[in-house]
């Protein structure tokens, strides 16, 4: 029985943009069931490692945890364990459970290098996560902006700020974002004996400060720049609509977390809210929280590397 490296919503949207074939050789060789030795070596040395998983009510959110270089470690080629940072702030504080799905993206800011993997949760506790590697791929390092850590800040377990509209700070802070990060999952129905890997994933969007543009209160847009044509967002989307997104403020440590439903809205089927692209990524919140100082860093952008930025 053949397997096949990507599911049917990342094939639709492939087949879509014509790549579909191209990409079924490259999958086959980049996506593996495991960590190779360079992966197991970059995630043990960061700092920060950003988390896409469902609270006990299903809802997905995205998040960020962190430390000193080394609590994130890979005892074996399958496996990571993260030592939780999470306050009781965070909507996904005492929400993992053994066998749940989950999603992690390790992104050094200073390189601009990342790696994204998935899979399912062996093991959870007030102070550890340990994480079952059902899939690992690398990405490249477009439209990163580079950052270094400036400063260290205590971090305060204060009560989250409900979010229920996209006003006032808020707003504000989206506006001025040159960074964010996407959650999304597939269906259940979609994995298979012939699609093992349908699962969650966190990925990483970046553009020149504005590139986010709000429509309304509650609605977001912003332009699916060019990319590997993995399309694992995309294809999520295209057979789930529950989505997350996480927008941190590097120079206060604040994160804002927004769940809400998200569609892929193509240039050839008419107007696009942000022109001069072939897609759009539609994201309509349901609900959010403001988490004040939840990172301990602060991070300064320092400019390099920003030639693949989109305008």
């Known amino acids: ?7 049917a919503g990342e094939r639709e949207v492939q087949t879509r943009v014509g790549v579909a074939d191209k990409m079924a050789a490259v999958g086959e060789k980049v996506l593996r069931p495991y960590l190779i030795e360079q992966h197991r070596a ?8 950003l988390v896409a998983s469902a609270d006990c009510r299903d809802r997905l959110w995205a998040t960020a945890l962190y430390g000193e270089p080394g609590f994130v470690a890979s005892p074996d080629e399958r496996t990571l364990s993260v030592k ?8 996904l504080f005492m929400q993992f459970t053994k066998g749940q799905r989950y999603a992690v993206l390790g992104l050094e800011f200073s390189s601009r290098r990342r790696n994204r993997a998935n899979g399912r949760v062996i093991a959870a506790s007030a102070d550890e996560l340990v994480l079952e590697v059902e899939q690992s791929f690398g990405n490249c390092p477009k439209y990163i ?11 305060d377990a204060v009560q989250p700020e409900a979010i229920s509209s996209l006003l006032g700070p808020v707003a504000e802070l989206i506006s001025e974002v040159d960074t964010l990060f996407i959650a999304s999952r597939a269906a259940p129905a979609v994995g298979s004996l012939t699609e093992p890997m349908a699962g969650y994933d966190i990925s990483h969007r970046g553009g020149v400060v504005g590139f986010v543009h709000q429509l309304d209160t509650h609605t977001l847009a912003f332009a699916d720049f060019r990319g590997n044509n993995f399309f694992n967002t995309l294809g999520n989307i295209m057979t789930d609509t529950e989505t997350a997104l996480l927008f941190i403020d590097y120079q206060s440590g604040d994160h804002l977390h927004l769940n809400g439903e998200a569609s892929l809205l193509w240039a050839d089927d008419g107007p696009l809210p942000v022109a001069g692209y ?20 602060r991070w300064a952008n320092t400019g390099g590397g920003q030639g693949d930025i989109p305008a």
């Open 84 to 91: 939780l940072s999470l306050s009781a702030s965070d909507p």
């Open 278 to 297: 072939a897609r759009n990524v539609l994201f309509r919140m349901k609900s959010g929280y403001w988490v004040k100082q939840a990172s301990p860093y």
């Open 1 to 7: 029985m053949q397997t096949q490296p990507f599911h």
């Open 42 to 49: 970059f995630y043990a040395h960061l700092p920060m490692l």
């Open 145 to 155: 902006v580079p950052r270094e850590i400036c400063a260290h800040s205590p971090v």
